[in-house]
């Protein structure tokens, strides 16, 4: 491989392995609606709901004053600096890079999902980058199972949002860990029709006729991790899993950067270790709390 000494960010365009693996791995990435940033805050405008009247001909109209807010979105810096020696890069067989960069790919889509999802301390733009929907969400829309998942429970927690303001079939997003797939297979619906069934060549898995979008992310965690509920790096399934349901339109991702990458030999200059950094900038908060209904698998 021919020596490398990058002077600029180069970024991950559509149909790139680290892409396709971000896209892949994380259910935000997937589903939230996104949102381009010129800078590192952005504010996004939420009105509340609007009421109609019945007016006689003739009649005057009444004034409906909704209320008019925003929410704000701060971009953080999710990154990785790998050293390489400059061996590994003329002698392997493999590409190095792209190895690494693949990995650091699956590593961030859990982080960032973990964030948004499951992170259950209070933002601080650190270890907890975001306010996540499992923070968010008002006690009423959280369903424990103190056991094993049952038919009831998935769909109680269905329930919880079908019937409120901010469902719409058209919007639904799903989001499980995927400790819950072999529940779901076990599970069948009064008629004895499964309520899972998983996607064949593409096409996405459903539950209860939704798609349902799989992320190691969902999982309760007092701080956002890329190996939530696991050790040595390895995502498991230690902490409490969980199955969130809702209207995606709710979920605001911030786009700032990335993912990215930079190969530079300068930080090695008296080596012949070049420095692999990759980032991508991301922010995200949730729309209206409300919109989400959750359902954690808790110990009996």
């Keep these: ?46 009105i509340g709901a609007a009421t109609t009247q019945v007016t006689a001909k003739g009649g005057a109209y009444v004034d409906d004053n909704p209320t008019l807010d925003e929410v704000t979105l701060t971009a953080r810096k999710f ?3 790998i050293t390489i020696a400059e061996e590994d890069l003329e002698d392997a067989l493999a590409n190095i890079v792209s190895a690494h960069q693949a990995e650091w790919a699956v590593s961030y889509a859990t ?3 973990n964030a948004a999802l499951g992170a259950t301390g209070a933002e601080n733009g650190g270890t907890v980058p975001f306010t996540s929907v499992y923070k ?16 009831s429970d998935l769909s109680d927690v269905f329930g919880l949002v079908e019937a409120g303001a901010y469902w719409n079939d058209a919007d639904a997003v799903v989001i499980a860990h995927p400790k819950f797939k072999s529940v779901f297979r076990g599970i069948l619906d009064t008629n004895n029709r499964p309520i899972f069934v998983e996607g064949l060549n593409g096409t996405p898995s459903t539950l209860f006729g939704y798609a349902v979008n799989f992320s190691y992310g969902a999982i309760v965690s007092a701080t956002a991790s890329s190996a939530p509920g696991g050790a040595g790096g390895v995502a498991g399934t230690a902490g409490n899993p969980l ?38 900038r991301r922010a995200f908060a949730v729309g209206r709390a409300e919109a989400f209904g959750i359902l954690e698998v808790t110990t009996a």
């Design 111 to 113: 982080h960032l999902d």
């Design 136 to 151: 968010s969400a008002p006690a009423g829309n959280k369903i424990a199972t103190a056991g094993a998942v049952t038919y």
């Design 1 to 46: 491989m021919a020596r490398v000494n990058a002077d600029a960010w180069v970024p991950e365009e559509y149909g790139s392995e680290v892409l396709t693996r971000v896209m892949r791995n994380s259910a935000i990435e997937a589903t939230a609606r996104r949102y381009a940033m010129q800078s590192d805050v952005i504010n996004v405008p939420r």
């Design 243 to 280: 199955l969130v349901v809702g209207n995606r339109q709710h979920l605001l991702l911030g786009v700032r950067n990335g993912p990215e990458s930079v190969l530079s030999y300068e930080v090695g200059a008296r080596t012949d270790e070049p420095l692999l950094k990759m980032r991508a």
């Design 79 to 81: 990154t990785n600096a």
